[in-house]
């Protein structure tokens, strides 16, 4: 028997540090700031005149990573010498700019907002005492976000799925001063799962000896994280993919061992609440939520680098735990105030990377704050001030709200259980301070524009690199042994695996979920919602993606995502029809490697002008720019990719196509060619079950004549007919 002596002292929570060396901290603490933004802060702390806490450099590194302010894509590109006109961000923006069709807000807050139907709301007559229900219409908007928890799900995916769920549901709720989720999406994609030793195909690649899971585990565990949370929340997955790929030729070896994990959803929101007020002195900062623990620290830092760079350690420490029934109680509240006539909510925002750091100094970045850390909710009495102020302790939301408003939200709080706590005040000063009343520290007090910084803009130096791939070949005597491996692989053979461990009717409002028929094997091209229980107006999400065929081309692969969520939403009746579409741009890039950040310019602007020519738009998306895998013996480059998420405003729910044959001789099955390109095997499938990914990939050659073709459907009572 081993005797181990612990010491009462060193339980005790560590003081406020102040660094002497800034770099050094930055390395044994695996904060990824780069040699400028160090600069930045050792001539920010001679200019306040004294040393930055830890506090502070932790902060910083948060709030300014990769992860939370998108560098690269607000960066300058300089390709083959020459330096591009548009950021990626700005040509994101270009489409809504161009084609701002039903675009309320995009760009500026948690989700993107489009404009809805006057719909109906059931709730409570009042929402702080017990009362009857009644119908009562108004203004919406439709809300759409996606986000990626790739670097969670890789280390431990359950967890990493599940608060990846979380998050982006959490979102949603923050739109505006606070929106209604309704139903979510899925997207997992690994490197092969080699269940029972491999199939053919799998076998072609040596297997790796993974950092943390195989992909066989991360699958299973991360759609039942995912599934998990929704179900336990109450909000039912109706829309998802899954992909598996590797690929090694050129002495490149792709695949997704960092994998990626996308967590989408849909729902509704009051247009009259579906923007930010500014804050005014004296304001109050409420934050809803759980007690803080030593989770998720670093999360938005270490996510912004390539895995396996930093020890174990670190990694691990970085990744959160999920409670889906705190996250619960919490958006009960804050529904009821969404519900009210007179929302009292100034401003909203979640906790997510960062923990309080971000959401706080966002709440308070038009004006300034103090935040009395004494009054956050503690869990282990050992966290320091930097673990307390920047855990990623999950289901948390930060509310800034008038002094006379805070009683009805009490009310509220108390009968859902939903922890509540007035933490803080506006103060017009600019300053972000955290300070601690009871032993009189302050582990920040910085002007925000401090906190925010403005180090030197991201360049992004890259030249074009010409790769060459084997083409597709075979023997047609064996189409059935082709069409039996095809329909063996995972983004091809039967999903029930998935889909029946998930909740996909919860609410009551769901129109079309992922499956069909009356077995319920066919998967659906789209979900669907009613806006609200009368069961008409209604709205409709689709996913796409092509990140082998991106491999090849990679502005075909953005051009042939963009058309797989579009020809997938086609078979629900779009009450502005192609012009009421909007679309979610998530991508997955292994930048700072040689070529890929010339790929990823091509692929962005691919995307861009495809929109900008069918006269839609992308007014929201993510970005996760660090998709690498670091072995002691080698690198694996997760392909380039990009995951379209379509949405529009359904007039017609009943008329939604599902994808079931009926077995009726006079009918028939059409085939119609929306691209105007010839046949091409690049990218596929089949490619990939005979271990080659092609030398040519399909594309729209004519996006005018593909928004034509979208603009009509197949319809009425299940009968083929052009409209």
Known sequence: TEIYTLSLHDALPISVKYIDNISEYNKSEGLALNEDETDYLEKLSLKIGRKLTDSEVFGFSQVNSEHCRHKIFNGTFVIDGREMESTLFELIKLTTLTNPNKVVSAYKDNC??????????????????????????????????AETHNFPTTVEPFNGASTGTGGEIRDRIAGGKGAFPVAGTAVYMTSYPRPDGGRSWEKNIRERSWLYQTPENILIKASNGASDFGNKFGQP???????????????????FDKVIMLAGGIGTGKKADSRKSTPASGDLIVL??????????GGSAVSSVDTGKYDSSIELNAVQRANPEMQKRVYNAIRALGEMDNNPVISIHDHGAGGHLNCLSELVEATGGVVDISKLPVGDPTLSAKEIIGNESQERMGLVMKKTSVETLKKIAERERAPMYIIGEITGDHQFSLVNT?????????????????????????????????KVEYE????????????????VACKDWLTNKVDR????????????????????????????????PGMATSIGHAPAAGLIDPGAGSVLSVAEALTNIIWAPLAAKLKGV????????PCKNKGEDTRLYKAVKAASDFAIALGINIPTGKDSLSTTQKYKDQVVYSPGTVIISATGEVKKLRKIIEPVIINDPYTSLLYIDMSRDSFKTGGSSFAQVVNRLGDEVPTVKDAEYFARSEERRVGKEGRSRWL
């Open 112 to 145: 993107a907002f489009i404009e809805g139907p006057v719909i109906e709301q059931f709730a409570p007559k009042t929402q702080d005492k017990p009362d009857y229900f009644n119908i009562r219409s108004y203004k919406s908007v439709l809300s759409l976000k």
């Open 237 to 255: 997955l109706i829309c998802g993919s899954l992909l598996t790929f590797e690929h090694s030729e050129n002495d490149i070896q792709y695949g």
């Open 288 to 297: 809803l939520g759980g007690d803080n623990y030593r989770i998720g620290m």
């Open 438 to 470: 009871l032993t009189g520290e302050k582990p920040v007090d910085l002007k925000l524009e401090s906190l925010f910084g403005n180090p030197p803009k991201t360049i992004m130096s890259d030249i074009t690199t010409v790769s060459s791939f084997k």
């Open 476 to 491: 047609a005597g064996k189409l059935k042994e082709y069409i039996e491996l095809v329909l063996s692989i995972e983004e």
């Open 505 to 536: 009717s919860v609410t009551g409002r769901i129109a079309k979920q992922q499956c069909a028929g009356p077995l319920q094997l066919p998967l659906n091209d789209l979900g669907a919602i009613s806006l609200d229980y009368s069961g008409n």
């Open 582 to 589: 909007s679309l979610s741009a998530n991508w997955m890039w």
